[in-house]
């Protein structure tokens, strides 16, 4: 059973809608992140969050310690928002776990 | 600052060759990691390294070997390349482990 769980695997939405992608975790954490993937390969860190909320432009990231979810919102969605979009958690022991991804495509 | 780069982006070898891949990164991390991308799996994390001269073994190690003599290098060796090693390989580098990483370009790796 994989530490990291994420739901939709597959996402399509159209230009404008809200979109959620959920991360459930079954191990004790030091923070969760959440990374994006374009479809040329690079992985950019979006979020690093221990607890509460963080809000970067259209892109919203909560976290429930206590239920071990998290969220990855994206307001107002645009094309360039697909991607692929990764959680991942960090552990003490200097490791990190991954889950397999979201792949969000964003029709005009 | 050029972040964290890789080197080569693409390479085929055949089988029982060996290789390394290169990383580097010019942002002063202590921390530093190697992980596989395979389809349907998530990253799986292959060595990693808490500064220069400290290395240790991730989850998915067998097959390969690295060395930190520098902050800024740590390079990824395959010492017989097999098929099951073809995947995509990206190097990260954060200020310490559980800090935002800094990811490579990667590599597309192919065995024949």
């Known amino acids: 059973k994989n530490e990291v769980e994420q739901s939709p695997q597959n996402l399509t939405a159209q230009e404008g809608e809200f979109i959620t992608i959920n991360c459930s975790y079954s191990v004790g954490i030091s923070a969760l992140h959440w990374l994006q993937q374009h479809p040329g390969g690079g992985i950019v860190s979006l979020f690093m969050?221990?607890?509460g909320k963080k809000k970067h432009g259209r892109l919203i990231a909560t976290i429930n310690i206590q239920e071990k979810h998290s969220s990855l919102h994206i307001t107002a969605s645009h094309p360039r928002d697909s991607a692929v979009y990764i959680c991942a958690v960090s552990r003490s022991g200097n490791q990190f776990y991954f889950g397999t991804g979201t792949s969000l495509t964003v029709i005009p | 600052n050029a972040g964290v780069t890789q080197t080569p982006k693409f390479q085929v070898l055949k089988t029982g060759q060996s290789m390394t891949l290169q990383c580097a990164q010019d942002m002063n991390h202590e921390y530093m990691s190697w992980y596989r991308q395979d389809p349907g799996m998530g990253l799986r994390l292959i060595h990693y390294?808490?500064?220069?001269?400290?290395?240790d073994q991730g989850e998915v190690p067998n097959g390969y070997n690295v060395s930190r003599s520098t902050t800024e290098d740590f390079p990824l060796r395959l010492l017989s390349a097999a098929p099951s090693q073809t995947s995509v390989y990206f190097c990260?580098?954060?200020?310490?482990?559980?800090?935002?990483?800094?990811f490579g370009p990667g590599t597309r790796l192919t065995v024949t």
């Open positions: 969050l221990s607890s």
């Open positions: 990260a580098s954060s200020y310490t482990p559980g800090h935002e990483q800094y």
């Open positions: 390294s808490v500064g220069a001269g400290i290395t």
